[in-house]
T-cell receptor, first 112, second 116 residues
Framework: SQTIHQWPATLVQPVGSPLSLECTVEGTSNPNLYWYRQAAGRGLQLLFYSVGIGQISSEVPQNLSASRPQDRQFILSSKKLLLSDSGFYLC???????????FGNGTRLTVT | AQTVTQSQPEMSVQEAETVTLSCTYDTSENNYYLFWYKQPPSRQMILVIRQEAYKQQNATENRFSVNFQKAAKSFSLKISDSQLGDTAMYFCAFMITINAGNMLTFGGGTRLMVKP
């Protein structure tokens, strides 16, 4: 069966520090991968998605970037965090065809 | 562009009763998929139910069922025999299939509280 791992679960970082959130998927190949952000008490905002290694599409221009160095690995990064980067970050994957999204457990990021 | 609207920010229901959460969407596409996701206090996103637009029959998963009205672009979720564990944020989501990314568009969510 397929599983998705996302870490860390929580993170507190000072303004101006770098960020690296990692997500890996097991049990499938060539998944579509996604990074979403959820502000407190609000809906999900798609940040990036990837349909293959090295292929990244950005939905919202901002202080973040994403990379996919391996087929089942998706990384969300920032060189210098802003206070506004605080939020709950969710990684997700989906398979071929019209399968639904499957989410990781999320990372709660607090920028101080 | 596709939009998804959940007009009820918050709802409450007594345990064992039935509640219906509303969702409307706007699209010019004919082939698409609709989903309801549940996000409990743990914040993990859990798929509740899905509906293919080409199917007229409403999807059902145990106590969860949908009322899909394609012409009205409405996709409501009915929870029967509500349980305390149903307390969560519920998100309606829409997916079209015209590109490889097949991104989902989410509504703003409805916070459901089940009261004992």
């Amino acid at each position: 069966s397929q599983t998705i791992h996302q870490w860390p679960a929580t993170l507190v970082q000072p303004v101006g520090s770098p960020l690296s959130l990692e997500c890996t998927v097991e049990g499938t190949s060539n998944p579509n991968l996604y990074w979403y952000r959820q502000a407190a008490g609000r809906g999900l905002q798609l940040l990036f998605y990837s349909v293959g290694i090295g292929q990244i599409s950005s939905e919202v221009p901002q202080n973040l970037s994403a990379s996919r160095p391996q087929d089942r690995q998706f990384i969300l990064s920032s060189k210098k965090l802003l206070l506004s980067d605080s939020g709950f970050y969710l990684c997700a994957w989906r398979g071929a065809g019209n399968s639904p999204l499957h989410f990781g457990n999320g990372t709660r990021l607090t920028v101080t | 562009a596709q939009t998804v609207t959940q007009s009820q920010p918050e709802m409450s229901v007594q345990e064992a009763e039935t509640v219906t959460l509303s969702c409307t969407y706007d699209t010019s596409e004919n082939n698409y998929y609709l989903f309801w996701y549940k996000q409990p206090p743990s914040r993990q996103m859990i798929l509740v139910i899905r509906q293919e637009a080409y199917k007229q029959q409403n999807a059902t998963e145990n106590r969860f069922s949908v009322n899909f009205q394609k012409a009205a672009k409405s996709f409501s979720l009915k929870i029967s025999d509500s349980q305390l564990g149903d307390t969560a944020m519920y998100f309606c989501a829409f997916m079209i299939t015209i590109n490889a990314g097949n991104m989902l568009t989410f509504g703003g969510g409805t916070r459901l509280m089940v009261k004992p």
